[in-house]
């Protein structure tokens, strides 16, 4: 088969090869410029560096990782995104689980779901802190508050929308409804629930930085406050580019987890 | 022959905001061991219903239904029911689509199994069980969920409007499958459809009910002469046609 690729075939597959690589030129290219005409503005002094900061400062605040404890409020963020997301996932997930289960449950808690969606979570920031105290346990509930409601709306949604029929089918055979939730609800509705999960690590970042600005020692988030007040632009800036590398790597590692999963042909 | 299936005095109210309303009224029949009867009628008439009844899926509002002389309540171990579509969960392989309602039941065993894999065999199905149902054609969808709930050794097959998902061509071509299994099995059948021509192709005996509420306005024989009647032989007779517009006159489609 591999020796008898037609002429056409090969030029189809150079001509997907080609476009491959000039989008990835093209976006390395655009990163490259910006960061030069930025450098080049601010040395020429058309842009005030002090406002704007430049790319240099920013690398060299980075290379000095550990003057500024970087790497330490990198963690920091980390470890409360990490653990805000896998909570506000689970206890989402699990809430979603029982409001299914009970129709008559999920009728009572409709209008505070929908309400609680629709509320701006940022503003228990205030409530929380009083609440749970001001530090890291404030942070992550903030995550938690912010993920949590979707994740159930979403993943009940899914639940509810399983295919009546197959469901029928599996009654046909006298299955209890613990075995209809396992056997067909779960296992219909991994996408559903992988869907969940990408919006929630975004969601989570969003909880961890906004309880940061409100209450912190340490941490990406508070690093932007605390530069901005200083006016140290250049770790205001540097802050916020770890903080863009650090969304897409969890969102990377998401995707993997999604690939990981889909691969795996679960017999449930 | 032994009787299997005993409908007595089936009847069904639905409640519901506006009243009540009669769907099935005072319904009777028997249904002897290996017979394939269908039950045809007008829309509406409750034909699906007096399945999902029988089936123990639906509460009945009077009359009492016996499987081999045993009375029966709610879903019951000796009812194989198979639906419109065939409702094959995508993501398990083909045996373990076909032992699902065994590993429902917790029911699994060497025998059990065995018996999935030889009628697998038989159906020409065995070089597809580690594929998934994706990759099948609906004709073999539908083999597959047929022996899923064979493999559960009903004493009574219902289907309910169980070819009609499938485009023409292949809902006949199926129809043959489905009655060459049901016949080489022994299975007892009863079917329901809006189909005339599917239901005189594959009965010995047709039901039909009136329009709303259901009861039984007659029982008809169908008696073909060939040897080795199939759905597909059966079309090419003369009797089919007066079948056809008996039935048909029955139904009562024009009436108001």
Same mark, same amino acid.
């Given at each position: 088969m591999k020796n008898n690729i037609s002429v056409e075939r090969k030029e189809y597959l150079k001509k997907i090869r080609k476009r491959k690589f000039t989008i990835i030129f093209l976006q390395i290219a655009i990163l490259v410029a910006f960061l030069v005409i930025w450098e080049i503005l601010a040395n020429l002094e058309i842009i005030d560096s002090f406002i704007t900061s430049k790319p240099s400062r920013i690398f060299e605040t980075f290379m000095n990782l550990s003057s500024n404890d970087l790497l330490k409020h990198i963690l920091v963020t980390t470890y409360e995104t990490v653990i805000g997301f896998l909570i506000g996932t689970t206890l989402g997930v699990f809430i979603a689980i029982i409001l299914w289960w009970s129709d008559y449950l999920s009728e009572i808690f409709e209008p505070y779901l929908v309400v609680l969606n629709s509320l701006p979570k940022v503003a228990l920031g205030p409530i929380i802190i009083i609440w749970v105290g001001a530090g890291t346990p404030a942070i992550i509930v903030m995550a938690v508050a912010i993920s949590l409601i979707v994740t159930i709306l979403e993943n009940l949604n899914g639940f509810l929308k399983t295919d009546k029929e197959v469901i029928k089918m599996a009654k046909t055979f006298k299955a209890t409804k613990f075995q209809i939730l396992t056997k067909i609800v779960i296992p219909a509705n991994i996408s559903t629930f992988i869907n969940s999960l990408k919006v929630n690590i975004g969601l989570s970042l969003v909880g961890v930085i906004s309880g940061e600005f409100l209450v912190s020692k340490a941490g990406l988030g508070y690093l932007i406050v605390y530069g901005g007040q200083v006016f140290k632009l250049d770790l205001v800036m540097t802050s916020v580019i770890i903080l863009g590398i650090l969304a897409g790597i969890m969102y990377g590692a998401v995707l993997l987890l999604e690939k990981v999963i889909t691969k795996t042909r679960f017999n449930i | 022959m032994k009787q299997i299936l005993e409908v007595k005095n089936i009847s069904k109210k639905y409640q519901g905001k506006e009243g009540e309303v009669l769907?099935? $009224? $005072?319904v009777n029949f028997n249904i002897k061991e290996g017979e394939f009867v269908s039950i045809i009628g007008p829309s509406g008439c409750g034909k699906s219903t007096l399945l999902s009844i029988i089936a123990g899926l639906e509460d009945k509002t009077t009359g009492d239904i016996y499987i081999e002389g045993e009375k029966i309540n709610g *879903?019951?171990?000796?009812i194989g029911y198979m639906l419109q579509r065939d409702c094959l969960l995508e993501w398990r392989n083909i045996l373990n689509n076909t032992i699902f309602g065994l590993e429902i039941k917790n029911n699994i065993d060497k025998a059990s199994k065995q018996y999935v894999i030889d009628l697998l065999k038989k159906y020409d199905l065995y070089d597809f069980i580690n594929k998934y149902p994706s990759e099948l054609s609906g004709g073999m969808r539908q083999r597959v969920a047929l022996i899923r709930t064979l493999a559960t050794r009903p004493k009574i097959l219902l289907l309910d409007e169980a070819f009609s998902a499938l485009d023409y061509q292949t809902r006949i071509m199926v129809t043959n499958d489905i009655y060459e299994i049901l016949r080489k099995e022994k299975i007892t059948t009863l079917m329901v459809t809006h189909d005339i021509s599917e239901a005189i192709s594959m009965s010995d005996r047709v039901l039909v009910l009136s329009k709303?509420?259901?009861? *039984?306005?007659n029982i008809h024989e169908i008696n073909f002469d060939i040897d080795n009647r199939t759905p597909i032989n059966c079309r090419e007779r003369t009797e089919f046609t007066n079948y056809f517009n008996i039935l048909w006159k029955e139904l009562g489609v024009d009436e108001k």
């Open positions: - | 769907a099935i $009224n $005072n *879903i019951s171990e000796k709303r509420p259901g009861t *039984i306005k």
